[in-house]
T-cell receptor, first 113, second 113 residues
Framework: GESVGLHLPTLSVQEGDNSIINCAYS??????FIWYKQESGKGPQFIID?????DKRQGQRVTVLLNKTVKHLSLQIAATQPGDSAVYFC????????????FGKGTRLHILP | DAMVIQNPRYQVTQFGKPVTLSCSQT?????MYWYQQKSSQAPKLLFH???????NEADTPDNFQSRRPNTSFCFLDIRSPGLGDAAMYLC????????????FGQGTRLTVV
């Protein structure tokens, strides 16, 4: 079965506010956790990843936090924009599973004007 | 410029009639993946190649086959499509050492009638 999953299927956020998308995982052997964004009618697009020995990683307007104690992963998007509307998937990769990227369930992010 | 190209974007096939979906890449990546994505669900890995080494997922039905004649091209063959095989099929590539950052095509939406 899937080793990653999401708490909420839909998140609505006011434009300009920060968004926090959460993900729970069960595979303690995962080496990387990854966030992908999928816009309507398109394939998923890589956003950011974090190695399992890290707690935090920042990108452009995004931050990923990893809490291994409670097996929780989050994606924070600063100053949410209309272009951030999409479905966000967390995913994982384990070196002992070679090159596989396994996706969890998605969260749809709605941006309110 | 598109780097992972899937053809066609939309494919309609008859129940039980073999169908082939194609994927090409200009990235020269070692790894190529085929995912199946049904409506409002996460992409599900069917199989992937590391160069010519084929890796099938344990729960991928025998009805699904794949070919990778060279680095640039990969094909998904569905031998006898059923109504339950209607889905978006996504091709992706990644580079060894950076497997978390997969590049996806726009997908082929398969309809079975």
């Amino acid at each position: 079965g899937e080793s990653v999953g999401l708490h909420l299927p839909t998140l609505s956020v006011q434009e300009g506010d920060n968004s926090i998308i959460n993900c729970a995982y069960s595979n303690s052997a995962s080496d990387y956790f990854i966030w992908y964004k999928q816009e309507s009618g398109k394939g998923p697009q890589f956003i950011i990843d974090i190695r399992s020995n890290m707690d935090k990683r920042q990108g452009q307007r995004v931050t990923v936090l990893l809490n291994k104690t409670v097996k929780h992963l989050s994606l924070q998007i600063a100053a949410t924009q209309p272009g951030d509307s999409a479905v966000y998937f967390c995913a994982e990769n384990s070196e002992n599973r070679d090159d596989k990227i396994i996706f969890g369930k998605g969260t749809r992010l709605h941006i309110l004007p | 410029d598109a780097m992972v190209i899937q053809n066609p974007r939309y494919q309609v096939t008859q129940f039980g009639k073999p169908v082939t979906l194609s994927c090409s890449q200009t990235l020269n990546h070692n790894v190529m993946y085929w995912y199946q994505q049904k409506s409002s669900q996460a992409p599900k890995l069917l199989f992937h190649y590391y160069d010519k080494d084929f890796n099938n997922e344990a729960d991928t039905p025998d009805n699904f086959q794949s070919r990778r004649p060279n680095t640039s091209f990969c094909f998904l063959d569905i031998r006898s499509p059923g109504l339950g095989d209607a889905a978006m099929y996504l091709c992706a590539t990644s580079r060894v050492g950076v497997v978390t950052e997969a590049f996806f095509g726009q997908g082929t939406r398969l309809t079975v009638v």
